[in-house]
C-alpha cells in the first residue's frame, strides 16, 4: 500500500537518509521540512498519512507539539525521530499518539519495519468513519473528502481548507481571521473575496448547513 509520507528533519543528511528509504520503499515523499509552520503549509495543501518527525526541530514549536497538531487536525500517523533515549524526552513524547520511535542512528530496517506497520493497519480499515453533518452531506477526515450523499463533491484547496477549519470546531464559530491565516496564511485579504469563497461554496453545496454570524465568522448548524 503506497503511502504519502511530510518528513520533519533539521539535519539534512538524516532528511536525505529518510527521504531515500521511503522512496526506495514506494512510498512518495511529499515534502521535506525543517519546520512546524513549514509543516503545516505542506499539510494543508497535499494529503498526507504519515509524519516522520525529529523532536527537535527549528522553530517555536517542537516536534512532539507539531505532530499532535497534525494528527489532530489530519488524522495522520506519526514516527517520531529522536538522538536521545533519556526517560524526559521519553514522557514528552507519551502524550502524542505515535507508532514508533527511533533513536539515531537508526538502521534502515527498523524505519521500513515501521512503514509497513503504518500500511497495515491502514489496509485493514475498509471503509473511514464519516462524520454526517445533516441528511445529505458528510464528511471523512482521514482524507479529507466531502460527500453529498455517497458522491464525493470536488473542491479546490481553499475550499477544502475552509470546510476542514468548520467541521473542525464542531458548531462553534470560526472568525474570520482565522479563515484567513488558514487560507492565504495570513495575508491582507479584501472581505470581498472571502465573501467570494462563500459564495461559490455556497453555489456548489446548496443545503449545506453553514451558517454566517454577522460581524464574527461562521459555523456549521447542527445536525438534522
Not at 506519526?78 to 537508526?106: E, H
Amino acid at each position: 500500500m503506497k503511502m504519502s509520507v511530510l518528513i520533519i528533519e533539521d539535519d539534512s543528511i538524516v532528511a536525505m537518509h529518510i527521504r531515500e528509504t521511503v522512496q526506495g520503499h514506494n512510498h512518495q515523499v511529499v515534502g521535506v521540512v525543517k519546520s512546524a509552520e513549514s509543516a503545516f503549509r505542506v499539510a494543508r495543501e497535499k494529503a498526507v498519512d504519515i509524519v516522520i518527525s525529529d523532536i527537535n526541530i527549528e522553530g517555536e514549536m517542537d516536534g512532539i507539539s507539531c505532530c499532535k497538531v497534525l494528527q489532530e487536525s489530519y488524522h495522520v500517523s506519526v514516527i517520531l525521530v529522536s538522538a536521545y533515549n533519556d526517560m524526559a524526552t521519553l514522557q514528552n513524547a507519551s502524550s502524542l499518539d505515535f507508532t514508533g520511535y527511533l533513536i539515531k542512528p537508526f538502521r534502515e530496517d527498523e524505519l521500513l519495519t515501521l512503514l509497513d506497520l503504518i500500511a497495515l493497519r491502514e489496509k485493514r480499515k475498509e471503509h473511514p468513519r464519516r462524520k454526517k453533518l445533516n441528511k445529505v452531506f458528510s464528511y471523512c477526515p482521514k482524507h479529507q473528502t466531502l460527500y453529498k450523499e455517497d458522491q464525493v463533491v470536488e473542491l479546490s484547496q481553499k475550499e477544502k481548507t475552509f470546510l476542514e477549519a468548520l467541521i473542525r470546531a464542531n458548531g462553534a464559530i470560526v472568525s474570520y481571521q482565522y479563515f484567513i491565516d488558514m487560507i492565504w496564511d495570513g495575508e491582507e485579504v479584501s472581505d470581498v473575496a472571502r465573501r467570494q469563497l462563500v459564495f461559490r461554496l455556497k453555489q456548489k453545496l446548496p443545503g449545506f448547513p453553514l451558517k454566517l454570524v454577522r460581524g464574527v465568522g461562521y459555523k456549521l448548524e447542527k445536525s438534522l
